[in-house]
T-cell receptor
Framework: GESVGLHLPTLSVQEGDNSIINCAYS??????FIWYKQESGKGPQFIID?????DKRQGQRVTVLLNKTVKHLSLQIAATQPGDSAVYFC??????????FGKGTMLLVSP | KAGVTQTPRYLIKTRGQQVTLSCSPI?????VSWYQQTPGQGLQFLFE???????NKGNFPGRFSGRQFSNSRSEMNVSTLELGDSALYLC????????????FGPGTRLLVL
């Protein structure tokens, strides 16, 4: 499949481990944040979102943490599986339907 | 409910040509956004349409344009193609309002020779 990015930060984990992917955002006015997963050859897939009035939100095996003081987001994936291998992007919504994306982190999960 | 669809999936053009890409949003979604993805620059916002009007525009030259039809389907056009326009072009749709989740299509892979 096509590469979605070169020279991306890479996180390598073993199957079953917990993964933490970090992201710094830039606009203090952003009030909505999203994590996307992109597999090779595919478009970004929505994982989880969080609004600025929250600091934590949980989904199925995923948790997003928001620290507005330092403009930092993290995505925690519990019991990481080989199917979780992909590039993960954080995105912030500074207004209307515009999204500003981070550079992405490649997650590699070894069996 | 069907997802966002984009056509064509792959395209090869030569410098100086123009290209039109098409996007059909999720049924009921009225906002369509376009993004360019390259290895060097990542995902960059091109423009967003709502009710046939361009509501937001990113920092791209005027060679990049788009439109939206009354059924919310959208097209983007790139004129006078340059080698650097080679990229994955992604379309995303959302219901309408600010702060709505955007759902992406599979993209159109454009190669300019």
């Amino acid at each position: 499949g096509e590469s979605v990015g070169l020279h991306l930060p890479t996180l390598s984990v073993q199957e079953g481990d917990n993964s933490i992917i970090n992201c710094a955002y830039s606009n203090s006015a952003s009030d909505y944040f999203i994590w996307y997963k992109q597999e090779s050859g595919k478009g970004p897939q929505f994982i989880i979102d969080i609004r600025s009035n929250m600091d934590k939100r949980q989904g199925q095996r995923v948790t997003v943490l928001l620290n507005k003081t330092v403009k930092h987001l993290s995505l925690q994936i519990a019991a990481t599986q080989p199917g979780d291998s992909a590039v993960y992007f954080c995105a912030e919504n500074p207004g209307y339907s515009t999204l500003t994306f981070g550079k992405g982190t490649m997650l590699l999960v070894s069996p | 409910k069907a997802g966002v669809t984009q056509t064509p999936r792959y395209l090869i053009k030569t410098r100086g040509q123009q290209v039109t890409l098409s996007c059909s949003p999720i049924s009921g979604h009225r906002s369509v956004s376009w993004y360019q993805q390259t290895p060097g620059q990542g995902l960059q916002f091109l423009f967003e349409y709502f009710s046939e009007t361009q509501r937001n525009k990113g920092n791209f030259p005027g060679r990049f344009s788009g439109r939206q039809f009354s059924n919310s389907r959208s097209e983007m056009n790139v004129s006078t193609l340059e080698l650097g326009d080679s990229a994955l072009y992604l379309c995303a749709s959302s219901l309408a309002a600010q702060g709505e989740t955007q759902y992406f299509g599979p993209g159109t892979r454009l190669l300019v020779l």
